[in-house]
């Protein structure tokens, strides 16, 4: 297979499917997230199995063991019409004729973890993993349309953080926002964030 420029990373990684026998040849990976960690062990082959996600790995060109972050893709969809009409605005802003009833193409960041070896040491795994996305999939030989980048981020100062700082908004403004849309009984913890890049920004 061949892995043209766009594929590598600037801490010299390569992106390949993440395989069975991709992950019984690398070290163990730990992104110091047990329920990732226990998904990117098992899960991630069922799901390639079943088609429900895709996964892929970064891993180091000068040491193939170390897998640097691992994502998992899927297709997905935003429909404009069962959303709030503040969060309808706010995803429509920069749509050209946005109609109510559209159906947004999107992808999903499903899964993500960068390894806590190579996390806090400047080289800023995470963000150039989503630069590669957002270029991936503006790409003009993509198989289908794909507007917007979604992903259901941990409620968490620094995940939000980092997804913000990478671009993407909630797609409901507020927490009380996102409470009310998902029905959350009173002292229920909104555990994510819907989150969403537009991919036709710059
Ligand atoms: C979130 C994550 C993918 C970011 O990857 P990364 O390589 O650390 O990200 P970058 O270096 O590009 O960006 C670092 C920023 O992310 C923030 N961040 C979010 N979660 C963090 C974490 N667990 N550890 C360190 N930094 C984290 C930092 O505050 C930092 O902000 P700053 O640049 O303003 O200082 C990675 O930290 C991770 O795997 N965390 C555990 C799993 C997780 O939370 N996944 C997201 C699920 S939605």
Redesign the pocket.
Known sequence: MNYNHSFILEHNAVMRPYTADVAAYCSPFS???ND?DEFFSKDAFLYENELLGKTYAWINTADPSKIL?LVTLANDSVKAQFIANSARNRLQRSVTNAKRGMNYPAVL?G??????E???K?????????DFLKGWFRSFDNKTGCRFIV????N????M???E??GFKPLYKTEQEEREFLELKDGEPLE?RFMFFDLKLK
Not at 111 to 116: K, N
Not at 122 to 130: A, P, R, Y
Not at 156 to 159: E, G, M, R
């Open positions: 992104c110091e997230d990732l972050g960041i899964r993500l973890g960068v390894s806590c190579y996390r806090g400047g080289f800023n795994i995470g963000s150039q993993i989503l992903v259901d981020a941990y968490n100062k620094k995940t953080h980092f997804y700082k990478n994510t």
